[in-house]
């Protein structure tokens, strides 16, 4: 499965390589830092997933979200959040 996995946090991603790579199942991850980078290579490459962070320099998830469903609407996405209410759901 390929993921991009978006985060601010060069450590996250990183970890977050490692584990997926890790796991049995064919995990393969691309890291970008903002969502900048994250629209170029979804415009550049083929992924199963976008994994992306709310909040994020720049634009946020919520705004990467809506550009992502632009041009990729059946791309599914999944956001994280250290922290949210109901105001970010």
Known sequence: MKVLFVDDEEGIRDQAKIFLEWEE???DLTPAAN???ALE???SKDFDV???EYKLSG???IE???KTKETEDDLP???L???GGEDVA
């Open 81 to 83: 959040t250290e922290k």
């Open 50 to 52: 976008v994994v992306a």
């Open 35 to 37: 969502g900048e980078e």
């Open 25 to 27: 199942g064919g995990f």
């Open 77 to 79: 996405f999944i956001m």
């Open 59 to 61: 634009m946020n998830g």
């Open 41 to 43: 290579l979804i415009e």
């Open 64 to 66: 990467l979200l809506k």
